[in-house]
């Protein structure tokens, strides 16, 4: 736990600096919007490490942004940005998911979340555009860069939208597990963590290098979670009909045991999922396939981060991937981690 903790060190450093960020954006709430319509935010010191939890992406690129030399001033504006893509893609999550996560304090009645989430997706959309116009006045950016900033923005969005929606009336076909990478979690996983960089890749035009690796290594970091994401939500996606990498991967390269009880689980489909085995008892062979890919990918993505001057050698990195293992819900798969050097990959198209 120790040596966690200081692997984790600079990031919770960096979740210091998104505080006040996300400060500066629910000021920015409170001059938009009514005072009969928000809530008065809570005031007290939070946890550190729970509040790293909560906000670990959000931190991670405030993290990287400092490795490669962007200032606090930009990086402030950066993650003020990035805490409005945020905002953007958790209200509509919530709309497609008939769910409610809260990242502004709305006061509306509580059954009404689909309101409070079109007032998630209103509300971020005019804080954004006061970010940019403000950057503009503070001498972040240009005046002709903040036309092509906000489309950049909005058409890096479209693309990973485009993914959900093609599941959203529920597939018709287990397609291979190398499908699903290219097609599927490429955007779920991969390009929407590079939202983060959508801002940087068009801004920093002395340092676009760096940027463009960085880019890469989160892209890989977001691969490996959509896949650590399918292996807890792998009855919820047999359910909603959705692609999952662990039952593709059963059903088209799993042993023959394995494929059998996957015949028998989605017969069942139908049935409560909280009475199902955990999926490391119904096929152990095909998870500790998967979690050496899945860890591989996630190295070479901090691999990359390393390369711009960020600090996690692989030792440190694999801390802190354990960490994302259990703040993510799979810490119980903890045990088919890979031994030190059997790590495999998901892909390799990006090394050609």
Same mark, same amino acid.
């Given at each position: 736990?120790?040596n966690?903790?200081l692997?984790?060190?600079?990031?919770?450093?960096?979740?210091?600096?998104?505080q006040h960020i996300e400060?500066?954006?629910?000021?920015r709430?409170?001059?938009?919007i009514?005072?009969?319509?928000?809530?008065?935010?809570?005031k007290?010191?939070?946890n550190?490490?729970?509040? @790293?939890?909560?906000n #670990?992406?959000?931190s !991670?690129? /405030?993290s990287?942004? *400092?490795?490669i030399?962007?200032?606090e001033?930009?990086?402030?504006?950066?993650?003020?940005?990035?805490?409005?893509?945020r905002?953007?893609?958790?209200a509509?999550?919530?709309?497609l998911?008939?769910?409610?996560?809260?990242?502004?304090?709305?006061?509306?009645?509580?059954p009404?979340?689909?309101?409070?989430?079109?007032m998630?997706?209103?509300?971020?959309?005019?804080?954004?555009?006061?970010?940019?116009?403000?950057?503009i006045?503070?001498?972040?950016?240009?005046?002709?860069?903040h036309?092509p900033?906000?489309?950049?923005?909005?058409?890096?969005?479209?693309p990973?939208?485009?993914?959900?929606?093609?599941?959203e009336?529920?597939?018709?076909e287990?397609?291979?597990?190398?499908a699903?990478?290219?097609s599927?979690?490429?955007?779920?996983?991969g390009?929407l @963590?590079c939202?983060a #960089?959508?801002?940087? !890749?068009? /801004?920093?035009?002395k *340092?676009?290098s760096?940027?463009s690796?960085?880019?890469t290594?989160?892209?890989?970091?977001g691969?490996?979670l959509?896949?650590?994401?399918?292996?807890t939500?792998?009855?919820?996606?047999?359910?909603?009909?959705?692609?999952?990498?662990?039952l593709?991967s059963?059903?088209?390269?799993g042993?023959?045991?394995?494929?059998?009880q996957?015949?028998?689980?989605?017969?069942?489909?139908?049935?409560?999922?909280?009475?199902?085995p955990?999926?490391e008892?119904?096929?152990?062979?095909?998870?500790?396939r998967?979690?050496?890919?899945?860890i591989g990918?996630a190295?070479?993505?901090?691999?990359?981060?390393?390369?711009?001057g960020?600090?996690?050698?692989?030792k440190?990195a694999l801390r802190?991937?354990?960490?994302?293992f259990?703040?993510r819900g799979?810490?119980?798969l @903890?045990p088919?981690?890979?031994e030190?050097?059997?790590? /495999?990959?998901?892909?390799s198209?990006l090394d050609?």
């Open positions: 736990m120790i966690t903790l692997s984790l060190r600079k990031l919770l450093q960096a979740s210091r600096e998104h400060t500066a954006i629910l000021t709430f409170q001059d938009l009514e005072p009969r319509y928000r809530v008065a935010t809570p007290g010191k939070a550190q490490l729970q509040y @790293l939890q909560r #670990f992406f959000s !991670l690129f /405030l990287i942004y *400092r490795a030399g962007i200032p001033e930009k990086r402030s504006f950066y993650g003020q940005i990035n805490h409005c893509i905002g953007l893609v958790t509509t999550d919530n709309l998911d008939d769910e409610y996560k809260e990242l502004l304090p709305l006061n509306f009645p509580e009404a979340i689909r309101f409070k989430s079109v998630h997706i209103l509300c971020f959309d005019r804080i954004l555009e006061g970010i940019c116009r403000q950057g006045k503070d001498g972040l950016i240009h005046p002709a860069q036309e900033l906000m489309t950049a923005i909005f058409q890096a969005m479209v990973i939208g485009a993914e959900e929606a093609l599941e009336g529920g597939i018709s287990i397609i291979t597990p190398t699903i990478l290219s599927v979690h490429m955007y779920k996983g390009k @963590l939202l #960089f959508t801002a940087p !890749l068009l /801004l920093e035009s *340092r676009h760096l940027v690796l960085a880019e290594g989160v892209y890989r970091i691969m490996a959509q896949v650590i994401d399918d292996l939500d792998f009855y919820q996606d047999i359910a909603a009909k959705n692609h999952n990498f662990l593709s059963v059903h088209h390269e042993r023959a045991d394995e494929q059998e996957l015949k028998a689980t989605l017969k069942e489909a139908n049935q409560d999922t909280t009475t199902q955990p999926v008892i119904l096929f152990p062979e095909t998870i500790k998967v979690m050496a890919q899945t990918e190295l070479a993505g901090f691999a990359a981060l390393k390369e711009t960020f600090w996690y050698n692989e440190q802190v991937i354990r960490f994302l259990t703040i799979v810490g119980h @903890l088919f981690f890979p030190p050097g059997t790590a /495999l990959r998901l892909t198209h050609t």
